[in-house]
């Protein structure tokens, strides 16, 4: 007999003197875990950043102190290393510390960095995933990442370096079969689509920018490597996007579902 998923044990609640790296999703409440639920709810004190909305924020401990550590592109209100000397401090008085991070920690989300930064200190910690922004934007968005007919791969990759440069691996990123997911990318994403083209991608494979996905105020705009940067600017996007590149990008006028937002 099997049990059933209200008698399944739950995992033990948060801890004083523990860093919990939370993945918060890629925007839409709904889509947190119950871990990441049960943590914001336990905590003493939230570290968020410029991607986690009010509405998931309004579920923290109402008692728990807020600190924002918000980063946006060539404006970081507190620098990396910074952060990870935040999440030790905190921890090391005794607080139940949660540090919400837009869409999964390890992908995308200087998640790895913070876990150095506390593996060094000797501070516990536990990483949540969550959905990371990709997987969201996919299936809100109506575009499949991965198709038998389409891609029988994706790729996801920032479209900044640390250092700030624009040289990635073109190769690998041109092959066909393949989604590619680009974090980062809207504000070179004339560039962007010319070095695909330049490495070898058809000027008239589909490629789409989805901005705010999964939220209310979503938009869709699609087109291909040829059109997609002047469609973008036309229709006056600005950031948080994600910009997908792939033919399974074809297939989201039929099957964009979600009805919270414009497609343009």
Same mark, same amino acid.
């Given at each position: 007999?099997?049990?059933?998923?209200?008698?399944?044990?739950?995992?033990?609640?948060?801890?004083?003197?523990?860093?919990?790296?939370?993945?918060?999703?890629?925007?839409?409440?709904?889509?947190?875990?119950?871990?990441?639920?049960?943590?914001?709810?336990? #905590?003493?004190?939230?570290? &968020?950043?410029?991607?986690?909305?009010?509405?998931?924020?309004?579920?923290?401990?109402?008692?728990?102190?807020?600190?924002?550590?918000?980063?946006?592109?060539?404006?970081?209100? %507190?620098?990396?290393?910074?952060?990870?000397?935040?999440? @030790?401090?905190?921890?090391?008085?005794?607080?139940?510390?949660? /540090?919400?991070?837009?869409?999964?920690?390890?992908?995308?989300?200087?998640?790895?960095?913070?876990?150095?930064?506390?593996?060094?200190?000797?501070?516990?910690?536990?990483?949540?995933?969550?959905?990371?922004?990709?997987?969201? %934007?996919?299936? &809100?968005?109506?575009?499949?990442?991965?198709? /038998?007919?389409?891609?029988?791969?994706?790729?996801?990759?920032?479209? &900044?370096?640390?250092?700030?440069?624009?040289?990635?691996?073109?190769?690998?990123?041109?092959?066909?079969?393949?989604?590619? @997911?680009? &974090?980062?990318?809207?504000?070179?994403?004339?560039?962007?689509?010319?070095?695909?083209?330049?490495?070898?991608?058809?000027?008239?494979?589909?490629?789409?920018?989805? /901005?705010?996905?999964?939220?209310?105020?979503?938009?869709?705009?699609?087109?291909?490597?040829?059109?997609?940067? #002047?469609?973008?600017?036309? #229709?006056?996007?600005?950031?948080?996007?994600?910009?997908?590149?792939?033919?399974?990008?074809?297939?989201?006028? /039929?099957?964009?579902?979600?009805?919270?937002?414009?497609?343009?």
């Amino acid at each position: 007999m099997t049990s059933s998923p209200r008698s399944l044990p739950l995992r033990p609640g948060a801890r004083p003197g523990h860093v919990y790296l939370v993945g918060a999703g890629p925007g839409d409440p709904e889509l947190l875990t119950l871990r990441a639920l049960r943590l914001m709810e336990a #905590a003493d004190v939230a570290v &968020y950043d410029n991607l986690i909305g009010p509405q998931i924020l309004d579920l923290v401990a109402p008692s728990a102190q807020r600190i924002y550590v918000g980063k946006k592109r060539a404006d970081h209100s %507190v620098p990396q290393p910074e952060i990870g000397e935040l999440l @030790v401090s905190l921890a090391q008085t005794g607080l139940c510390v949660v /540090r919400l991070k837009g869409g999964d920690p390890y992908i995308f989300g200087r998640g790895g960095e913070e876990a150095e930064s506390l593996a060094a200190a000797g501070v516990p910690f536990e990483v949540v995933p969550g959905i990371t922004a990709a997987a969201g %934007v996919g299936a &809100y968005s109506g575009i499949p990442l991965t198709h /038998r007919a389409f891609a029988q791969s994706v790729v996801f990759t920032s479209a &900044y370096l640390k250092d700030g440069a624009l040289d990635l691996d073109w190769p690998a990123l041109t092959r066909g079969g393949q989604t590619v @997911v680009f &974090y980062m990318g809207l504000s070179r994403l004339e560039t962007l689509c010319e070095d695909l083209i330049r490495h070898g991608l058809p000027a008239s494979t589909p490629a789409a920018v989805v /901005r705010h996905g999964t939220l209310p105020d979503q938009q869709v705009v699609s087109g291909d490597l040829a059109t997609l940067a #002047a469609a973008v600017r036309a #229709a006056g996007l600005q950031p948080p996007a994600l910009v997908v590149v792939g033919d399974v990008v074809s297939l989201q006028s /039929r099957f964009g579902w979600f009805q919270g937002g414009a497609s343009l």
